[in-house]
């Protein structure tokens, strides 16, 4: 298993087995992100946008504008309705009856 010592500047050099699985290069970025607490996980960021196509299932139809339009302002009023607590209020009445 590859290790790294952090400098007392903060600094960490990537082990070149490392670099090389994840083909990084001078001047490439690099995600780090908590997988769970105390353990972290490193992604490189040097990929295109172009390589996430096919990550998105396609649709068995188009949607309209009006049905774009639709969806999104059910999605923007049961957030606020969640916001202000009215969402979970009328949930339970619905529950109860």
Avoid: H, W
């Avoid at 196509?53 to 396609?58: A, H, I, L, S």
């Avoid at 774009?68 to 049961?78: F, K, R, T, V």
């Avoid at 309705?81 to 619905?94: F, H, M, P, T, Y």
Wanted: hydrophobic share 40%.
């Amino acid at each position: 298993m590859p290790s790294a010592t952090v400098t007392s500047k903060g600094q960490v050099t990537i082990p070149a087995e490392v670099r090389k699985a994840l083909n990084l290069q001078p001047g490439d970025k690099i995600d780090i992100f908590e997988v769970e607490k105390g353990k972290f996980a490193l992604t490189a960021r040097n990929k295109s946008i172009r390589d996430l196509k096919g990550c998105v299932p396609k649709l068995d139809y188009v949607p309209t504008v009006e049905q774009i339009n639709e969806a999104i302002g059910a999605a923007a009023a049961e957030s606020y309705l969640r916001s202000v607590g009215q969402l979970s209020a009328e949930r339970s009445k619905d529950e109860a009856a």
